[in-house]
């Protein structure tokens, strides 16, 4: 599966990582039930997981708070990404 993921143009050009380097290996992480490991790779799994499918659901079956729940996770994910992507920088 890994042969097949994406290169990170950022570190390839720039040669340092961007904010969404790790999210691929990840999710593949995620899907072979490894779930620390996914975690140490990219924090932000656990929260982008949950609100693409909270919108996945919500283009298909209309739900009451839903606004507020994409909202809050959207926050919440996006400040994770620069918490975790801070802290890489700084070690």
Known sequence: M????LPC??????GFDCL?????RAAALLIRGEFVEAFYMYPAI????????VI??????KFKHASK????LAILTVAI???SFTI????
């Open 69 to 72: 729940i994409i909202n809050t």
């Open 20 to 24: 969404g380097c790790g999210l691929q």
């Open 81 to 83: 990404i620069i918490v």
């Open 9 to 14: 143009l950022n570190k390839k050009i720039f």
């Open 88 to 91: 890489k920088i700084i070690n």
């Open 46 to 53: 656990y929260t982008l997981t949950p609100l693409f499918l």
């Open 56 to 61: 996945g659901l919500n283009f298909f079956f």
């Open 2 to 5: 890994e042969e097949y993921m």
